[in-house]
Each structure stands twice: as C-alpha cells, then as structure tokens.
C-alpha cells in the first residue's frame, strides 16, 4: 500500500497581532524589533501546531513573504516588483515581477528571514518556491521561464538543500483559464538541476484538462486542488506522488477528518507501486484567519493519522 504524508507548505496566516504590528509599522507607530517580537511568536505557534499534528514535514510558513514573487524580484538582478495584480480568483494581490535590464540572475540565495533555517529540523522540513513557468507568465512580459529557472530559482533550491531541505514544492498558478500549453513548464524544469524530489503543485484551480500532460514532467511529485478538480480527471493508475489538496483554504468551514480519510482511501487505490499520497490543503493558509488555519493543521494531521491506522 502506498505511503502518506501529510505537511502544509506555501503562505501560511499571520496573526491579528503581528497583522497589526505591521500596519503600525508602516505608521510609524511601532518599530521593527516588536515587529520581529511578534513574527518570532507567530512562528513558534506555527511550528508547534505543525508538531502536535503530527505531520510529516514541517514549514516556516513564509511569514516574512509577501507574495510568493516578490523575494525574488527583490533579490535578483534583472528583474523587479511591477504593479500590483490579483492572485487568481482570490481577494489578495501580487506585485508581478517586471524586467529591469540586463541579465537575470539571483544575487544572492535567500537566507533568515525569508527562511526559518535555524528553528528547521534538517531532513524534515518543506519548502515553497514559485514554479519558474508561473514566475514568468504572471510577469509583465519579457522575462523567460527558462533563465528564472537557471539563474533564479535554481540556485534558490541547491541553497535550501545544503540547509537540509527535504522537498520543494513550486507553486504552480498559470495554467488555469485555457492556457494548457506545458511545453514551456516542461523545459523551465529542466532548467532547473534540482537535486532535492520537486513536487508542482496547481493551487486554488481545475488541473483536470492538464493532468494527463502534468504527470510526464520531470518531477516527482503532482498537486491537485481537489475542491476545483473531478477525481475522475486522474489518470489511472496515477504514475507520481500526489499531493491532494483536501483541507480548503479558502474557507473558514474546518472539514471532518473521517471524509478526508475515507477519499484518502479512495485516492490510495488509484497511484500506481511506488508512488506515495501526500495529504495537503488546496493553497497557501494565509486565506483563513490564523485561529482557523491552526484548527485546519490539526484536522490535517488527524486526517492522516485515520488514513495510515486504516490502510
């Protein structure tokens, strides 16, 4: 029977303190130190709800990100923050990254803060990075998916495994809406020379029309939001790792363990020997308000543990 995990990668929610600690920020009503106080404690409750959970593999959260672009249009040579723009069919927006003449490339891999590396325990911890394909189509133009992945991302991800990385996931958001073409995702991660297992994984979306395509590339892992996408659209037997977006980010409404196990089940008999079933949410947590998100953690894991004691 195939193995389960169960993790949550991408942004996670900020408190209404640390939310707050940061507009008095920008008001100059605070200062930076408090900022850093709260976002410290914000992190620690994040790492131990991961821990009474039970999960697999352990994030940061991202807190310190504001959008899943902008770090690295911030930290790299070519390139820099553009307009704001919203994120797919959500409330929230990104600065889309914009060319900013010469040659792209990442000055210098992110480190602390944009990474918890510190508070990490190595081997066991999940990393969330823009897939390079998404990075340049949700560009304002002329920037190309495969330098991103070469001289961006790329060095990004062999920075996170000498710091004990376990696995990447790449946020995937621009193959919605009609744009099925996977040539230039395909050769964008190729680009890449990951040496840690990559999962895509297509949040908050219907991945059914480009599935079948999605599990020839060369990654180990797929994820799919499956409060956007039929079952049935999987190819069968599902020939990669799965990483199933059950728990719903988007919504405040906390799911029942036993359905998720019981379409976990489902989900098992389907992947083809050697393939794994990685129990996720659907998209970033930083949808729901903190209090939720932490209540969605401990669904998530008990969802798992249910799946395993059962299989």
């Keep these: 029977m195939p193995q389960t995990k169960a993790y949550a990668p991408g942004i ?11 507009r008095d920020l920008e008001r100059k009503r605070t200062t930076e130190k408090e900022v850093e106080r709260r976002r410290e404690e914000d992190l620690g409750r994040l790492l131990e709800a991961q821990r009474e959970a039970g999960l697999d593999y352990v994030s940061d959260g991202l807190l310190v990100w504001q959008d899943i672009f902008r770090p690295f249009a911030e930290a790299s040579e070519g390139i820099e923050p553009g307009p704001l723009t919203r994120f797919l069919n959500t409330n929230t927006f990104f600065r889309a990254p914009s060319p ?4 792209v490339r990442l000055a210098e891999p992110l480190g602390e803060p944009y990474f918890a590396f510190s508070r990490l325990p ?4 999940v ?12 560009s304002t133009g ?6 991103i992945a070469a001289n961006v991302i790329g060095p990004q991800i062999r920075h996170l495994a000498q710091r004990g990385c376990a696995l990447v996931v790449l946020q995937e958001a621009a193959l919605f809406g009609g744009n099925v ?5 395909s050769r964008a991660l190729d680009a890449l020379e990951s040496p840690l297992p990559l999962a895509l994984q297509l949040p908050f979306g219907d991945a059914g029309e480009v599935l ?5 590339l060369d990654v180990a892992a797929i994820g ?3 409060y956007a996408t039929d079952v049935e659209a999987l190819p069968r037997p599902f020939p990669k790792t799965l990483l199933a977006g059950v728990i719903d980010s988007r919504n405040s409404l906390l799911e029942k363990p036993q359905e998720i196990a019981r379409f976990a089940a489902e989900l098992l008999g389907e992947l083809e020997e050697g393939a794994e079933l990685h129990l996720v949410p659907n998209g970033d947590l930083q949808f729901v308000p903190e209090k939720i998100a932490r209540q969605k953690l401990a669904l998530l894991g008990e969802a798992a543990r249910i799946t395993k004691e059962e299989r």
């Excluded at 996670?12 to 940061?22: I, P």
């Excluded at 073409?181 to 995702?185: A, E, F, G, I, N």
């Excluded at 079948?212 to 020839?216: K, R």
Aim: no cysteine.
């Design 12 to 22: 996670y929610a900020r408190s209404e303190e640390l939310v707050q600690a940061t």
């Design 100 to 103: 900013a003449g010469g040659r």
């Design 122 to 125: 190595a081997g066991e911890w």
């Design 127 to 138: 990393a969330t990075l823009p897939s390079p394909h998404s990075f340049a189509a949700l």
């Design 142 to 147: 002329g920037i190309e998916a495969e330098e």
């Design 181 to 185: 073409d996977v040539s230039p995702l």
């Design 212 to 216: 079948g395509e999605l599990v020839e």
């Design 224 to 226: 799919v939001d499956f």
